[in-house]
């Protein structure tokens, strides 16, 4: 189901008793966040290759290296705020009980924001 087109929200709604109006406002919430993922996606890429062409150039920490390592911790922590705050918006959508099982299931996200989006989906399902 998950690999469906949709399928990630299919699943959300049968794990999470999902009704049709809280699947739309679910489906609506990650249609909005799409496109900030992507842009925390391509700045985490840029800060990192940085980072890695820094690395290559220098043989000791430099104030360039150190600018880039503060640079690249900062991106990770904006996509960390970015995405839990999507994840709580979207937990506040179900019900109680399952709003909390939601977030414990994403926090895998949180912690390491370098999974793929159905992590936490084929998680569930093994």
């Not at 179900?94 to 924001?113: H, K, T, W």
């Given at each position: 189901m998950a690999a469906a087109p949709n399928g990630e929200l299919e699943w959300?709604?049968?794990?999470?008793?999902?009704?049709d109006t809280q699947f739309k406002s679910i489906a609506d919430l990650q249609s909005a966040y799409v496109p900030v993922c992507n842009e925390m996606c391509q700045r985490i890429m840029e800060a990192n290759s940085k980072l890695d062409r820094l690395?290559?150039?220098?043989?000791?920490?430099?104030?360039?290296?150190e600018a880039a390592i503060k640079?690249?911790?900062?991106?990770?922590?904006?996509?960390?705020?970015?995405?839990?705050?999507?994840?709580y918006r979207v937990?506040?959508?179900?019900?109680?009980?399952?709003?909390?099982?939601?977030?414990?299931?994403?926090?895998?996200?949180?912690?390491?924001?370098?999974l793929t989006s159905d992590t936490a989906v084929r998680a569930a399902t093994e």
């Open positions: 959300l709604r049968q794990e999470f008793h999902l009704s690395l290559s150039e220098n043989r000791e920490i430099t104030p360039e290296v640079e690249a911790g900062l991106v990770q922590y904006d996509c960390r705020k970015q995405m839990l705050a999507h994840i937990g506040a959508q179900m019900n109680p009980a399952d709003g909390q099982r939601y977030l414990r299931l994403m926090r895998s996200r949180v912690i390491e924001p370098g």
